[in-house]
């Protein structure tokens, strides 16, 4: 076992004491929004008033450090977490925040750094200390990703690149690849063969025409190089020259030694293909000077150089057009040897933990296995192919949308999840317990607009005392984002619904609507509660992850890693483990 890591036991301790909170304090998070007041919701749960609630969600956010909760002091208070041992309602909300503080990932000590990462992974690696290979001409992310997905791609693709060469291998597999971000980017700043494998062939297909807009954007970088490492001439002298057109106006740029070309329409292609602007909106023409300038300056200034132009074929020897001429076929000889050792494949496939890689992958070897942001059951299934799959050495998952996962033993997912394959519960530890969250809990850190749910609420009222129903096998759906007003609103669902809304006029409409408008804030205190418990919902689900991989035992380490800042990618957490 590699330093810094925690046993199975004490994974096994978080997980009892995060269930032990959750037990309590659940059945908030799986209280249904629009059930609020058809279900009287606040009156059932809560014994404070909203305000109370709102005023100490301030105060506990500005508080610092991490409060501890103190068992004995709620013994002598008759509560459990703040709430009530005989009514089961909340009493003491500062009790809960700073229980929930407790609870969560932060709170319970169990995650490292991405720093601690990198340095146990290098320290243990086969080159003991040594960084890792990459190409030095760092690719500007920010050139083609928003802040968000940049941060995301260069934090994650150097964690998987100092996995690929703890491990020694040169593949990896990208599931869930989506647009091929990190999958572009460990390929052409790391120099690893990437496979990305996506379930929509549009995201495929996009990917990989990003892909290759994404290589004659880091062209240069490479050029650069290799003209760094293999020539003393200057970059003015070897990095780019510009042929002539034949009017004499600059035509074609050649970057470093002359293999390959990129042509004024293809910077623009590349520009606008990388930044996902709208072409017939940001088009410029052909004879604008300012669309080469903009594609040059994306580029870093000691790369891009202004130089002579290239002597003409006619004005050289027959010996020096000889010269040229296989200087050239040798070149393109090293660019497609160089093309074939680093290469992103994006493939189209729907994968399970029953996947046969080798049948999707002719040239796979051993790999490590990542997922940025898979979306409900991928990210498990991430995990049974990875301990599973022994070409697999390592794994990188980050999830996201919880509300999708599965649930094995929740009582309303019928007969849809069929046993073991289920992505909640992971590990045997919880799956022994027969635990589950609930949808709704599971859903309790998305945020929507709070009038949104407001009007939701209150046309739930509506249907059950006009219309004698709670539930409609249709969706009310967008109707909100296309109303004026409340009135518009319900007019808009009942149709929807295909209900009779002549039962209704306008005035007796906008009545719910103001009989329920003074009662907003309790749902708006309730909501708060609810995002309260988001992170120790987020954090079993994570420790089950983490657990299941501690339980196989041809594993050498495993870990909970924070890899990205929470403020700009709120789901930051990634499950890493290594085999032997």
């Not at 200087?327 to 729907?350: I, W």
């Not at 929807?496 to 009989?515: A, F, G, P």
Request: hydrophobic share 35%; aromatic share 8%.
């Amino acid at each position: 076992m590699l330093s810094a890591e925690y046993s199975l036991t004490e994974i096994q301790r978080r997980i009892d004491e995060v269930q032990r909170f959750l037990s309590v304090t659940l059945s908030i998070a799986n209280a249904h929004t629009v059930e609020f007041y058809t279900h009287d919701a606040w009156n059932r749960f809560m014994a404070v008033p909203p305000q109370q609630v709102l005023s100490t969600v301030g105060s506990c956010s500005d508080q610092q450090g991490e409060p501890e909760h103190k068992a004995n002091e709620s013994e002598q208070t008759g509560t459990t977490f703040g709430f009530c041992n005989d009514t089961n309602r909340l009493v003491d909300t500062r009790e809960l925040f700073q229980a929930a503080k407790a609870h969560s990932l932060p709170g319970l000590g169990v995650c490292m750094s991405r720093d601690e990462l990198l340095q146990v992974l290098r320290e243990n690696g086969p080159e003991s200390g040594a960084p890792v290979a990459a190409i030095d001409a760092e690719l500007v992310t920010d050139e083609f990703m928003n802040s968000k997905k940049s941060h995301e791609v260069k934090s994650m693709s150097e964690v998987v690149a100092c996995l690929a060469q703890r491990c020694r291998v040169k593949q990896v597999i990208d599931v869930g690849s989506g647009k091929g971000y990190l999958s572009s980017f460990l390929s052409l700043q790391y120099g690893l063969r990437v496979y990305g494998i996506d379930s929509s062939s549009t995201n495929t297909h996009g990917a990989q025409e990003r892909n290759r807009k994404m290589k004659k954007f880091s062209r240069a970088y490479q050029k650069h190089n290799k003209a760094q490492g293999e020539s003393t001439l200057s970059p003015q002298e070897e990095l780019v020259d510009v042929k002539p057109g034949l009017d004499g106006d600059d035509g074609d740029v050649v970057y470093g030694d002359g293999v390959g070309t990129v042509s004024q329409e293809e910077q623009e292609e590349v520009l606008i293909g990388l930044s996902d602007v709208n072409p017939a909106v940001e088009r410029h023409s052909e004879s604008n000077p300012d669309t080469e300038e903009l594609f040059l300056s994306a580029l870093s200034v000691d790369v891009i150089q202004p130089a002579s132009p290239r002597v003409p074929s006619s004005q050289l020897s027959a010996e020096e057009r000889e010269r040229r001429k296989r200087e050239n076929l040798e070149r393109k000889a090293q660019n497609r040897s160089a093309g074939a050792s680093v290469m992103f494949s994006p493939l189209t496939s729907y994968v399970t933990a029953e996947t046969e890689l080798r049948e999707l992958i002719n040239e796979l070897e051993d790999a490590v296995m990542v997922g940025l942001h898979t979306c409900g059951d991928l990210a498990p299934s991430t995990l049974r192919m990875f301990a599973a799959k022994p070409e697999l050495a390592a794994v990188c998952s980050v999830g996201c949308c919880y509300h999708l996962l599965s649930e094995e033993f929740e009582p309303a997912a019928g007969q849809e999840c069929s046993r073991g394959v289920c992505g909640f519960p992971l590990s045997r530890y919880l799956r022994d317990r027969s635990w589950f969250c609930g949808r709704n809990a599971r859903m309790s850190a998305c945020l929507i607009q709070m009038e949104s749910l407001f009007y939701r609420a209150v046309l739930h009222v509506i249907l059950r005392d006009h219309y004698g129903c709670f539930k409609s096998e249709k969706r009310v759906g967008n109707v909100y984002s296309k109303a004026n007003s409340f009135v518009d609103y319900v007019r808009r669902a009942l149709r929807r619904l295909e209900l009779d809304e002549s039962k209704l006029s306008d005035d007796d409409v906008q009545d719910y609507h103001d009989t329920y408008r003074p009662r907003m804030g309790e749902m708006h205190a309730f909501n708060m509660l609810k995002v309260t418990l988001a992170p120790c919902i987020e954090g079993l689900i994570l420790l089950d992850r983490l657990c299941y991989l501690k339980e196989q035992e041809e594993l050498s380490f495993s870990a909970l890693v924070q890899l990205f800042d929470p403020l700009l990618s709120p789901r930051c957490y990634a499950v890493v483990g290594l085999k032997s």
